[in-house]
């Protein structure tokens, strides 16, 4: 059981982080984040869980564009366009933190949790990218509609989680 979140945990998101916990652990795997809407609410996560969380070394927490650039190595060009919403962005990120870390696998989160300043930008798109050492990064658009914040970002950690286990069992 997670200790502080389990209370605000759906019962399948608690499963999810008890399984990619224990398979990183069992293989010897480290992992890291880079967060941008969700706001470190995946690293809190996977230190949550005692007994496991030595397989988290490390979490970015990049929720401004400078912060994306200056910690994570973003081209700021692309923050510009297309954005720092996008699939490429969600790319860096991944590659960054990978880069930046000593993470075996990372998981990369950007998106908007209500609507931006465009018809492009709606209140529930999010990019996940998820990398690992020696591996291609996998990206997946979520669109998850103006759910509020608390809804969006609990969707944002079953999707993360999701990646994170598909790359765990491709190490």
């Not at 490429?88 to 209500?114: C, F, H, K, Y």
């Amino acid at each position: 059981m997670a200790e502080a979140l389990s209370p605000i945990l759906p019962a399948a998101t608690e499963r999810l982080v008890h399984q990619v916990l224990a398979e990183a652990c069992r293989r010897n795997l480290r992992l890291a984040t880079a967060e941008s809407c969700t706001g470190g609410l995946l690293a809190s996560l996977l230190t949550d869980v005692p007994g496991c969380s030595h397989a988290f070394e490390r979490g970015f927490v990049v929720y401004t564009n400078a912060a994306k650039a200056g910690l994570l190595g973003v081209d700021p060009d692309l923050l510009e366009d297309p954005g720092p919403v996008s699939e490429p962005t969600a790319r860096e990120m991944a590659a960054g933190a990978l880069a930046r870390s000593q993470a075996d696998i990372v998981v990369a989160i950007t998106g908007w949790m209500e609507e931006g300043s465009g018809a492009d930008q709606p209140a529930g798109r999010v990019w996940f990218a998820a990398a690992r050492r020696g591996g291609e990064i996998a990206v997946q658009r979520a669109e998850f509609g103006d759910a509020g914040r608390a809804a969006l970002r609990l969707a944002c950690l079953d999707a993360a989680l999701r990646l994170l286990m598909d790359q765990i069992a491709q190490a």
